[in-house]
């Protein structure tokens, strides 16, 4: 038997702890038989000590011990996920799965609602008249062998050792600490059961690593509790200093995917999804390499099979593919109007995470677990950064159903941006790229 108090006092003089340590503290927190004081104190000795890969897979696969692990042996195949750490308008999920899908690749997805200023995929597909993530495990299962491609709502219970642990994080300045977000974002992705994942780790003004350093650290350090684990990993490091794409909201997002399967969408959401895409078909041993990895994403966008695999999915989950072809059947806000820019320049900045507030103000998201969605508000960026504006030209169209939100969200979003005399680049999007050999710039 250990001693708490030894495991904590080792930690914070910084050696390596064994397996064997790991796994006591964590089941004995879950247990309930550790109390929070001491917890807290050992996250604390975390953070300012750091683990190495293997204490940080021990951490995760403890973590990911405390639940259920999803069971996809009845779909055969390499199954392939792909997980982005949050971003705002980040409308990739809806167009990335099912260009993968059309080119043979797997993809039986665990998915979750939105919290904060962060969209889900699931409330944003749900827009769809009909469409439902409540799959039985059977029908997830059956949908996936036979179109190769399923979406269902968190049912299992995953990894329930993060909430807790998160709670205490939340409350002592722990949250940002890297081997405590690795064991956080992989105890979940492990635990649903993936062959290969497939990480986009965001940096920038609208992600929770602002700094590309600390991104690709972060980056590095789940490949390889991933690989650690046992699974086929890559990680992209991408911008988040603006919001992906022009939509930010749940219909107008499905709008924006579908767009972008029509070959029409926005560049910096077609060129994410091509990427993370090729990667995802080069660890599902479909790809060579890189290059025939976009060239069949790309071929998945120009002849409609992507926009096809996403009818059916939406068909084999309740929803009516018609609205697919007509957008007009998808849920709208009552009025559509135009917020203004109040001088000439060029846009500088933006800041993601207070235009994804501004677009939850509206009601396109949840402040509060329990909060109601509304389907069809969001704001459509007209103006991203680089752009040219004058006084008077829209900056965004606000879709909305209640003013009092609007003018709330309106004045959050005003402040968002920074316009300035001078022109200034569009921001570099790809910053850097880790697998298990390491992390390469792009
Ligand atoms: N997302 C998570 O799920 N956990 C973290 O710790 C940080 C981001
Ligand atoms: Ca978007």
């Known amino acids: 038997m250990f001693s708490v108090y030894e495991v904590i006092k080792k930690k914070r003089d910084?050696?390596?702890?064994?397996?064997?340590?790991?796994?006591?503290?964590?089941?004995?927190?879950?247990?309930?038989?550790?109390?929070?004081?001491?917890?807290?104190?050992?996250?604390?000795?975390?953070?300012?000590?750091?683990?190495?890969?293997?204490?940080?897979?021990?951490?995760?696969?403890?973590?990911?011990?405390?639940?259920?692990?999803?069971?996809?042996?009845?779909?055969?195949?390499?199954?392939?996920?792909?997980?982005?750490?949050?971003?705002?308008?980040?409308?990739?999920?809806?167009?990335?799965?099912?260009?993968?899908?059309?080119?043979?690749?797997?993809?039986?997805?665990?998915?979750?609602?939105?919290?904060?200023?962060?969209?889900?995929?699931?409330?944003?597909?749900?827009?769809?008249?009909?469409?439902?993530?409540?799959?039985p495990m059977e029908k997830f299962v059956e949908n996936v062998n036979k179109i190769h491609i399923a979406l269902i709502g968190q049912t299992a219970k995953l990894a329930p050792a993060d909430k807790k642990i998160y709670a205490l994080r939340d409350g002592t300045a722990t949250v940002d600490s890297i081997p405590l977000i690795v064991g956080s974002i992989m105890s979940k992705k492990l635990a649903a059961g993936a062959n290969g994942i497939v990480l986009d780790v965001k940096t920038g003004s609208g992600a929770f690593m602002e700094t590309y350093e600390d991104a690709a650290k972060l980056a590095k350090a789940m490949v390889d509790v991933g690989e650690l684990a046992g699974r086929?990993?890559?990680?992209?490091?991408?911008?988040?200093?603006?919001?992906?794409?022009?939509?930010?909201?749940?219909?107008?997002?499905?709008?924006?995917?579908?767009?972008?399967?029509?070959?029409?969408?926005?560049?910096?959401?077609?060129?994410?999804?091509?990427?993370?895409?090729?990667?995802?078909?080069?660890?599902?041993?479909?790809?060579?390499?890189?290059?025939?990895?976009?060239?069949?994403?790309?071929?998945?966008?120009?002849?409609?099979?992507?926009?096809?695999?996403?009818?059916?999915?939406?068909?084999?989950?309740?929803?009516?593919?018609?609205?697919?072809?007509?957008?007009?059947?998808?849920?709208?806000?009552?009025?559509?109007?135009?917020?203004?820019?109040?001088?000439?320049?060029?846009?500088?900045?933006?800041?993601?995470?207070?235009?994804?507030?501004?677009a939850n103000a509206l009601g396109a998201g949840r402040a509060k677990q329990d909060d109601i969605v509304d389907p069809g508000v969001g704001i459509y960026l007209k103006k991203k950064v680089g752009d040219e504006v004058k006084k008077g030209e829209a900056l965004a169209i606000f879709h909305y159903s209640d003013k009092v939100k609007f003018e709330s969200a309106k004045k959050r979003f005003v402040a968002a941006y920074t316009i300035g005399s001078e022109k200034v680049p569009s921001p570099k999007f790809f910053y850097g790229k880790a697998d298990k050999n390491g992390i390469v710039k792009m």
């Not at 021990?58 to 997980?83: A, N, P, Q």
């Open 232 to 358: 086929r990993m890559v990680a992209l490091v991408t911008s988040m200093e603006e919001p992906l794409g022009f939509a930010i909201g749940n219909a107008i997002e499905v709008k924006e995917a579908i767009a972008t399967l029509n070959g029409h969408g926005p560049k910096d959401l077609e060129d994410l999804c091509v990427e993370l895409g090729a990667n995802m078909l080069i660890i599902s041993g479909i790809a060579a390499n890189i290059e025939d990895g976009k060239t069949r994403m790309k071929k998945a966008i120009a002849d409609g099979s992507g926009l096809k695999k996403l009818k059916e999915m939406v068909e084999a989950q309740g929803g009516d593919p018609a609205s697919i072809d007509n957008t007009d059947m998808l849920p709208r806000a009552k009025e559509e109007v135009a917020v203004a820019s109040d001088r000439d320049g060029y846009v500088q900045k933006i800041n993601a995470l207070e235009v994804g507030l501004a």
């Open 14 to 135: 910084g050696a390596a702890l064994s397996k064997e340590e790991i796994e006591f503290m964590i089941s004995g927190f879950v247990k309930g038989d550790i109390p929070d004081y001491q917890i807290s104190a050992f996250l604390m000795a975390i953070y300012f000590s750091d683990m190495t890969a293997e204490e940080t897979t021990v951490l995760t696969e403890c973590m990911v011990d405390s639940g259920d692990r999803v069971d996809l042996s009845g779909i055969k195949g390499f199954k392939v996920d792909k997980h982005s750490t949050g971003g705002v308008g980040d409308t990739t999920s809806l167009v990335l799965n099912p260009l993968v899908a059309a080119c043979g690749g797997i993809v039986a997805k665990m998915t979750g609602r939105g919290l904060g200023h962060t969209g889900g995929t699931i409330d944003k597909l749900e827009s769809i008249p009909g469409f439902s993530c409540s799959l």
